[in-house]
Nanobody, 121 residues
Framework: QGQLVESGGGLVQAGGSLRLSCAVS????????MGWYRQAPAKQRELVAQ???????NYADSVKGRFTVSRDNAKNTLYLQMNTLKPEDTAAYYC???????????????WGQGTQVTVSS
């Protein structure tokens, strides 16, 4: 059974940078899209950035120009480079992978355990 293992969170001052990593462990199947979500206390989980198997990317408006999502297929790892961090970026960040099931007739989401990012002002 495969899983997603995140790393790279921590405490950083406003204006600083962090890089999150998400390693795919084991065989989870054919990945359609991978992405990063975040959830702050008392708020809903929201999409931060996505990258498709073809390399197309999508970002939340709040992070455009500051965050970059990338994927190293050889290492089976997803990254999120976060620059010019703001206190409002403080949240638990979750890695997500959507994979094909039943020969493409359905999809299944995998989630990582989450990594905390705290940005101090």
């Amino acid at each position: 059974q495969g899983q997603l293992v995140e790393s790279g969170g921590g405490l950083v001052q406003a204006g600083g940078s962090l890089r999150l990593s998400c390693a795919v462990s084991g065989n989870i199947g054919s990945i359609i899209v991978m992405g990063w979500y975040r959830q702050a206390p008392a708020k809903q989980r929201e999409l931060v950035a996505q990258i498709t198997s073809g390399g197309s990317t999508n970002y939340a408006d709040s992070v455009k120009g500051r965050f970059t999502v990338s994927r190293d297929n050889a290492k089976n790892t997803l990254y999120l480079q976060m620059n010019t961090l703001k206190p409002e970026d403080t949240a638990a960040y979750y890695c997500n992978a959507v994979v094909e099931r039943l020969g493409g007739l359905s999809q299944y989401p995998y989630w990582g355990q989450g990594t905390q990012v705290t940005v101090s002002s």
